[in-house]
C-alpha cells in the first residue's frame, strides 16, 4: 500500500488496522483486536491482509511482513518522519527509541553506539543521530501542550 497517496481517512484506517495486526501479535484473537480497536474486518483483511494468515481457523499474524509504516527518528539534530517497510525496519526503530531512553534515563552511554544507518521505503539512507545534545535540544524545544480546565477556578 502506498502510504503516500492516502487522505487522512484512509490512513486512519490503515493505522488502526496496523494496531490490530500488533494486538493481535501481541497475542489478542483478531477479532477482539478488531473490536478493541473500533474498525472492521473486512477493512483490516483489505489494508493488510498479506500481513494475515488462517491457521486451524483462526486468523493470526505472520512473524514478518512488508508493510509501509511512518515512524520517528532522530537525524542531523533534528526530529524526522520516514516511511520504511517491513518489520525488521520498524523493529530497528523501535530498539533506537528503547536504547535513546537507556542513554537518557539511566547515562548508559553505549546504549546508541550499535546504530548507524536504516534505509527508507524510496531507498534514501537515513543515519540515526547518536549524539545526545542534538536529542536533548529538540526534546527540550518541543512545547507541552497547555492544560485547559473545564471547570471554574474557585477563589
Known amino acids: ?6 487522505t487522512p ?6 493505522d488502526d488496522a496496523l494496531e490490530v495486526l500488533r494486538l493481535v501479535r501481541k497475542g489478542t484473537s483478531f ?8 474498525i472492521n474486518s473486512a477493512t ?17 499474524a505472520k512473524k514478518k511482513d512488508s508493510l509501509l509504516r511512518t515512524l520517528k527518528i532522530y537525524e542531523n539534530g ?14 530497528k ?3 533506537y527509541h528503547s536504547a535513546l531512553g537507556r542513554r537518557i534515563d539511566r547515562n548508559d552511554k553505549n546504549a546508541l553506539s550499535s546504530f548507524d544507518t536504516i534505509t527508507d521505503a524510496k531507498g534514501h539512507i537515513h543515519h540515526f543521530e547518536i549524539n545526545l545534545d542534538p536529542i536533548l535540544s529538540v526534546l527540550q524545544s518541543k512545547e507541552e ?8 477556578v474557585r477563589q
Not at 500500500?1 to 492516502?6: H, I
Open 9 to 14: 481517512k484512509q490512513q486512519a484506517k490503515y
Open 78 to 91: 533534528k526530529e524526522v518522519f520516514i516511511t520504511v517497510k517491513g518489520t525488521a525496519n520498524a523493529k
Open 44 to 60: 483490516v483483511k483489505k489494508k493488510i491482509g498479506n500481513a494475515i494468515t488462517k491457521k486451524n481457523n483462526r486468523i493470526i
Open 31 to 38: 477479532s477482539h483486536a478488531t473490536k478493541m480497536v473500533g
Open 145 to 152: 501542550p497547555p492544560f485547559f480546565s473545564i471547570y471554574k
Open 93 to 95: 526503530i523501535a530498539r
Open 1 to 6: 500500500m502506498k502510504q503516500t497517496s492516502l
